[in-house]
């Protein structure tokens, strides 16, 4: 599959001429432009989204004033479950009693709750495990 790749297409043409490129990143949230990172030695695209958004981006060729869109896509960012309010949690709040947030299921909006080493159960947490009940023996010395 020798030059469809956009490695192979930018090393053919970079020798040739003056063309530039540029990623344009577009959203109504300003955040998007400041949560990218991208390497311009490898064109790796990072994003680390500190808010929910949805953006549009652009790989553009310019030539003197010939300007032309390579590539576009759109994206949308989200936060992982866990990181998200309690009302997420089941029943509509957060753990309880120390349990730990676990994501079973990336970007559903939803957590659910781990209460191993906390003493309770229940899907928050929030019921106590029983003590057992101690019986005492007397041997007849006091």
Not at 73 to 99: E, I, M, R
Request: with cysteine.
């Amino acid at each position: 599959d020798t030059g469809t790749g956009w490695a192979t297409y930018l090393e053919n043409v970079a020798g040739a001429s003056s063309i530039t490129y540029q990623l344009s990143i577009t959203s109504s949230n300003p955040a998007a432009s400041t949560d990218t990172l991208t390497s311009t030695a490898s064109g790796f695209v990072s994003i680390v989204p500190s808010e929910p958004y949805t953006a549009t981006v652009q790989l553009i060729a310019t030539d003197g004033s010939d300007r032309v869109v390579l590539r576009q896509w759109q994206f949308a960012s989200h936060h992982a479950d866990t990181t998200l309010n309690a009302s997420h949690g089941p029943s509509g709040t957060d753990c309880l009693h120390g349990g730990r947030r676990i994501d079973g299921t990336r970007y559903d909006g939803a957590f659910s709750c781990e209460c191993s080493g906390t003493g309770h159960t229940g899907s928050n947490c929030q019921t106590a495990n029983s003590v057992p009940q101690l019986h005492l023996e007397t041997t007849g010395e006091q």
